[in-house]
């Protein structure tokens, strides 16, 4: 049996799949989770566009009527209550191995070592991103977020936990970057107090926001574009469309309009722009369960039309594959696409991603200060491992040098990481 499934891996990871058309914007889904926009037709255009939307006010209030109005936001809500996180997420993580039993494939790390060959990818080196998620509060709810944040989860970080990163940062010579995500990062309030402590103690720092966009627009951050700037944070902003339809569908009523009014307000400030040092990079995560175009031709793409249609400029475009998790995996399994997507994955292994992935020189602290592997691991509850605790905190480590050597905690999910360009 063992050597038929490593014949029939094989198989499926020889046989690539057509990439995905750089034109994006004609991407449907036959039966989308969520309703299409009550404006239907073409976008009503740059006209009026911050008028319109300080008219609107906050997004959350649209972003909650339409959770209180999905169905299946609230089946979820629904298990939830009635069984817990620890319970799903087991649920999720048995669904995933079945669907790769069906296509008789191994767990993922004896696919690498067995079926790649892939050698010295399960161990840590040195740790050079700190990547640091300070809660799960956003103003967004979109279909494949993987941490599941939306105006209704009140998970922060503390100042205390916000100070032992700034502390560990100081204590850690290999860290060169710091990667602040989220929910909305920007919401939570001990947002600035790690940016700042952060600078206070190492000064060559490069600092990340994953950003939304939308949040610029947000009441009671009128400043943060300045705020932004004058650190001279990185932006790393998630816009999974040019077009308004397919952003809206993925990502709720409204948000392609405060996302373009988002760059707009950054390239003012001098993000995206030449000569500037203030770096503006876009994500684009695929609408539904396929893999991204390829990643040069999709930023070609955006940036005609980004430029044409909004006077937006950026530095660079980056395409992540989905994760088979949480939030996205329940959309995948209530398709009944969860196999398909597993099976999409293994036939798209990239050997050439197992030398830059993520667990290899980054952890992932928690809003709690628990640590793990990635950020993908944190949402999983996959403890990193450790041979005196069965779960570690940042107020555990002297530095981050003490995780040299240790083993990385691979599942399933991890195919996802190493798809076509993979998620890193």
């Known amino acids: 049996m063992r050597r038929f499934q490593r014949k029939v ?32 037709g073409s976008w009503v255009g740059l006209p009026g566009l911050e008028e319109r939307i300080k008219k609107e006010g906050s997004l959350i209030n649209e972003t909650l009527r339409e959770m209180d ?74 279909n ?9 989860r009140q998970e922060m970080m503390t100042n205390e936990v916000a100070d032992r990163c700034v502390e560990l940062i100081a204590a850690s010579p290999s860290l060169t970057t710091l990667d602040v995500t989220g929910g909305a990062p920007e919401l939570n309030g001990a947002f600035r107090r790690l940016v700042d402590g952060a600078r206070s103690v190492k000064k060559d720092l490069e600092v990340i926001d994953r950003c939304n966009l939308t949040v610029l627009s947000e009441p009671g951050q009128e400043d943060l574009a300045d705020y932004l700037a004058s650190q001279k944070i990185r932006i ?5 469309c040019y077009s308004s339809k397919n952003v809206d569908s993925q990502r709720g009523k409204g948000v392609f309009d405060r996302s373009i009014a988002g760059l707009r307000q950054l390239n003012d400030k001098g993000y995206g722009l030449e000569n500037t040092n203030l770096g503006l990079d876009l994500v684009y995560n695929p609408l539904g369960a396929f893999l991204p175009p390829d990643q040069a031709a999709l930023e070609a793409k955006y940036r005609e039309e980004l ?12 395409t992540m594959t ?28 990239n050997k050439a991603t197992t ?63 190493t798809a076509g360009m993979g998620s890193s």
């Not at 319970?87 to 191994?106: I, Q, S």
């Not at 790393?236 to 999974?240: E, G, H, T």
Request: include cysteine; charge should be positive; charged fraction near 30%.
């Open 69 to 142: 109005g999905d169905e299946e936001f609230k089946l979820t809500a629904k298990r939830l209550k009635e069984h817990g996180q620890a319970k799903l997420t087991l649920e999720e993580k048995k669904r995933r191995r079945r669907a790769l039993d069906k296509l008789e494939v191994p767990e993922f790390a004896t696919y690498l070592r067995e079926t790649a060959q892939v050698e010295k990818v399960g161990s840590r080196r040195r740790t050079k991103i700190l990547q640091v998620n300070v809660g799960l509060y956003c103003n967004q709810a979109c």
């Open 144 to 152: 494949h977020c993987h941490v599941e944040s939306s105006p209704k």
């Open 355 to 417: 030398t830059s992935l993520m667990c290899q020189d980054t952890i992932s602290v928690n809003y709690d200060g628990s640590v793990f592997d990635c950020d993908f691991n944190q949402q999983l509850s996959l403890n990193l491992l450790s041979e005196t605790k069965s779960s570690l905190s940042i107020f555990d480590l002297k530095s981050t040098n003490d995780l040299i050597n240790v083993n990385i905690n691979h599942d399933n999910h991890c195919f996802g990481c």
């Open 322 to 349: 989905n994760m088979p998790i949480k939030r996205f995996a329940d959309f995948l399994w209530r398709r009944g696409e969860l196999e398909d997507y597993m099976g999409l994955l293994v036939r798209n292994f």
């Open 9 to 40: 891996v094989r198989q499926l990871s020889s046989t690539l799949d057509a990439p995905t058309p750089v034109d994006v914007a004609s991407i449907r889904l036959s039966r989308p989770k969520r309703a299409p926009p009550k404006k239907e």
């Open 236 to 240: 790393v902003a998630s816009l999974p």
């Open 307 to 318: 430029l044409e249609h909004f006077g937006i400029r950026f530095n660079s475009l980056f």
